[in-house]
């Protein structure tokens, strides 16, 4: 069935590395694309989005990446801070659309 | 900055009662939505709402749910008679009126039903 999902429910950094978490989604018809930053208590907060005719989009210290050949998505996060921890989900909707899919979600685990 | 803004931030209620979240969404948005989140699962969509109609609604939005924009700054979603299973956080949120724009959340209101 038509689904957003992530490949790893937790990801554990030090501090200062690079972090990658990764989304999987499998309708082709997707044409946007969000990654949100959940904090526990807290709602889903706006960090980057995409849409389906770019490959790539920088932010401050994130990039997102799509590659729509295998349907994934991905968000960079550079020089991970404390402050980065939290859940992360990957949302998209459809043309027409304006309900969005969210995914699983990756809890990030910062080291100091 | 502006943000959409929900009360209570927790509402316990008995089973069989009703109840009324209520969202004021950011003042020059067109598009507003409820979404919950069951505790430790992903955040499902529930309704659309644009130009004082349901745009769109999923599954879960059955008839014991309902919306309202009352005035002019005000958004609310009511559940007639609370089941256990109702038991989750409720997220309001907004959006502009072009498409694919970013939906902007409040904190969220948890709902307790015992």
């Known amino acids: 069935g038509e689904s957003v999902g992530l490949h790893l429910p937790t990801l554990s950094v030090q501090e200062g590395d690079n972090s990658i978490i990764n989304c999987a989604y499998s309708n082709s018809a997707s044409d946007y694309f969000i990654w949100y930053k959940q904090e526990s208590g807290k709602g889903p907060q706006f960090i980057i989005d995409i849409r389906s005719n770019m490959d790539k989009r920088q932010g401050q210290r994130v990039t997102v990446l799509l590659n729509k050949t295998v349907k994934h998505l991905s968000l960079q996060i550079a020089a991970t801070q404390p402050g980065d921890s939290a859940v992360y989900f990957c949302a998209e909707n459809r043309a027409g659309r304006r309900a969005l899919t969210f995914g699983s979600g990756t809890r990030l685990q910062v080291q100091p | 900055e502006p943000e959409v803004t929900q009360t209570p931030s927790h509402q316990v209620t008995q089973m069989g009662q009703e109840v009324i979240l209520r969202c004021v969404p950011i003042s020059n948005h067109l598009y507003f939505y409820w979404y919950r989140q069951i505790l430790g699962q992903k955040v499902e969509f529930l309704v659309s709402f644009y130009n004082n109609e349901i745009s769109e609604k999923s599954e879960i939005f059955d008839d014991q749910f309902s919306v309202e924009r009352p005035d002019g700054s005000n958004f609310t979603l009511k559940i007639r008679s609370t089941k256990l299973e109702d038991s989750a956080m409720y997220f309001c949120?907004?959006?502009?009126?072009?498409?694919?724009?970013?939906?902007?959340f409040g904190q969220g209101t948890r709902l307790t039903v015992v």
């Open positions: 949120a907004s959006s502009g009126g072009q498409a694919n724009t970013e939906a902007f």
